[in-house]
């Protein structure tokens, strides 16, 4: 297996994530780069990556770039990622703007380079086997799909609205793209949300919570709650209704994944606790670059999640419903 050169930007806790996870994959070689050099110089050592003084010659050394910094800096990396010919995994969400994610959308396509999108909750055994449940009609035609997410409020830039968004393009961008990789295109998102402090006050002084109701093509409608007022730590719950079946998941409980049909309810652990989702991940991307194959989660899925993020936000400045723009196949950087 020929030697794999993975250059990460930024060091903080998902490009910590992503480099512990990395460092698992047989044939692949780390370097990293940060501009703050005393926390890039620490994650050099801890994680025994090579460190580089400037993206730019970081992106030159690399062949694959994954980019792990705040929100407000993913479109400008990784497009000079892209210019440069280098396949590109983003962490989610996959831009700031609209017109920041259709500009990576066309270079990536201009340029012919892979583009994915760090959408982790798709490697989540529970919600993979919630997945496939449904595609598979095992709870007939959904119908309605209730989903939380949550936990306290993070610290740094993530109180900063302008940069993260908050709840709506940081958080509930999970449920957002798992929705769209379940149930098909969105045609309107209503939201409500409640925030507390100075956006872009320290995290003591913000709280974050929205609640979004999510009606698709296929007729089906989702809510979806995020909130960063949940001092009792990281939870998200899963609860689909079809015609057929219930299924439901909560992440406070053993065997967490239910099904329960007209032939009784079981629990399902489909996948041991070792199997990482992080790891399942980064692998997958890596293994589609070297097999020259579509990435799992490409920058078109992102894309639309972040498009529903971003209506959910003006729904929930205006007060009004709003039909999110969607990306359309003409959009993956593989099509003719």
């Known amino acids: 297996m020929s030697l794999m050169k993975v250059g990460i930007l930024g060091t903080g806790g998902m490009g910590g994530r992503h480099a512990t996870h990395a460092k698992k994959i047989a044939g692949v070689e780390l370097g990293a780069f940060d501009p703050d050099a005393e926390r890039l110089a620490f994650f050099a050592s801890e994680k025994g990556v090579t460190p580089f003084e400037s993206a730019?010659?970081?992106?030159?050394?690399?062949?694959?770039?994954?980019?792990?910094?705040?929100?407000?800096?993913?479109?400008?990396?990784a497009l000079?990622?892209?210019?440069?010919?280098?396949?590109?995994?983003l962490e989610?969400?996959?831009?700031?703007?609209?017109?920041e994610c259709?500009?990576?959308?066309?270079?990536?396509?201009?340029?012919?380079?892979?583009?994915?999108?760090?959408?982790?909750?798709?490697?989540?055994?529970?919600?993979?086997?919630?997945?496939?449940?449904?595609?598979?009609?095992?709870?007939?035609?959904?119908a309605a799909i209730r989903m939380r997410r949550g936990g306290g409020m993070p610290t740094g830039w993530f109180g900063d609205m302008e940069r993260s968004g908050g709840v709506?393009?940081?958080?509930?961008?999970?449920?957002?793209?798992?929705?769209?990789?379940?149930?098909?295109?969105?045609?309107?998102?209503?939201?409500?949300s409640i925030q507390f402090g100075d956006s872009r006050g320290s995290h003591e002084s913000r709280a974050d919570y929205s609640l979004t109701t999510l009606t698709f093509a296929n007729g089906a409608v989702a809510h979806v709650e995020a909130t960063w007022m949940d001092p009792g730590g990281g939870r998200s719950t899963l609860e689909a209704a079809g015609s057929g079946g219930v299924i439901e998941f909560d992440s406070r409980l053993n065997n967490a994944l239910r099904i329960s049909t007209v032939n009784g309810s079981r629990a399902e652990s489909p996948n041991?606790?070792?199997?990482?989702?992080?790891?399942?991940?980064?692998?997958?991307?890596?293994?589609?670059?070297?097999?020259?194959r579509p990435v799992p989660v490409t920058g078109r899925d992102g894309a639309n999640a972040t498009a529903l993020a971003?209506?959910?936000?003006?729904?929930?400045?205006?007060?009004?419903?709003?039909?999110?723009?969607?990306?359309?196949?003409?959009?993956?950087?593989w099509a003719d």
Request: with cysteine; glycine share 6%.
């Open 80 to 89: 000079e990622s892209l210019k440069s010919g280098k396949p590109t995994l």
């Open 168 to 192: 709506l393009l940081d958080l509930a961008v999970h449920e957002f793209d798992w929705l769209i990789w379940t149930l098909g295109q969105c045609t309107q998102v209503y939201s409500r």
């Open 272 to 292: 041991p606790a070792s199997d990482d989702p992080y790891f399942r991940q980064i692998s997958a991307f890596l293994e589609a670059i070297r097999n020259g």
């Open 102 to 142: 259709e500009e990576l959308l066309k270079v990536a396509k201009q340029t012919k380079m892979p583009l994915g999108t760090a959408q982790v909750v798709r490697f989540f055994p529970d919600y993979s086997a919630a997945h496939k449940a449904i595609k598979s009609g095992k709870i007939g035609t959904p």
């Open 92 to 99: 989610k969400p996959l831009a700031r703007s609209l017109a």
């Open 56 to 77: 730019r010659e970081l992106i030159e050394w690399a062949e694959v770039v994954d980019v792990c910094t705040p929100t407000d800096r993913h479109a400008d990396l």
């Open 310 to 333: 971003l209506a959910a936000l003006e729904s929930a400045s205006t007060g009004q419903p709003v039909t999110p723009k969607f990306f359309g196949p003409e959009f993956d950087y």
